[in-house]
């Protein structure tokens, strides 16, 4: 099994800056990749952006060029910088870990967001 604990979210004001941490623990071996992904009340969870094992990364457009993720493989945790935060980028941030061929998919337990105007 694979525990992730995420730690970071909280209230901003537009134009803050918040970092979102996930630690991996467990059976973390044949890691694909690792990611955040959101959900905001009253629609889909979406990606904002994920990191390969092999280094390729990937942002959701909504979030190119002020969100930062990035990857500490020995600590085996993944941050998200998230900077000139928007209302709109409320919502429930989730760490995502995918492992294995098939592959296998585990979420963290969320971490709130929340952006004032």
């Known amino acids: 099994q694979v525990q992730l604990v995420e730690s970071g979210g909280g209230l901003v004001q537009a134009g803050g800056s918040l970092r979102l941490s996930c630690a991996a623990s467990?059976?973390?071996?044949?890691?694909?990749?690792m990611g955040w992904y959101r959900q905001a009340p009253g629609k889909q969870r979406e990606l904002v952006a994920r990191?390969?094992?092999?280094?390729?990364?990937n942002y959701a457009d909504s979030v190119k060029g002020r969100f930062t993720i990035s990857r500490d493989n020995a600590k085996n945790t993944v941050y998200l910088e998230m900077n000139s935060l928007k209302p709109e980028d409320t919502a429930v941030y989730y760490c995502?870990?995918?492992?294995?061929?098939?592959?296998?998919?585990?979420w963290g337990q969320g971490a709130q967001v929340t952006v004032s105007s």
């Open positions: 995502n870990l995918a492992r294995g061929l098939v592959p296998e998919y585990y």
């Open positions: 467990g059976s973390i071996f044949s890691i694909n990749a």
């Open positions: 990191v390969t094992s092999g280094g390729r990364i």
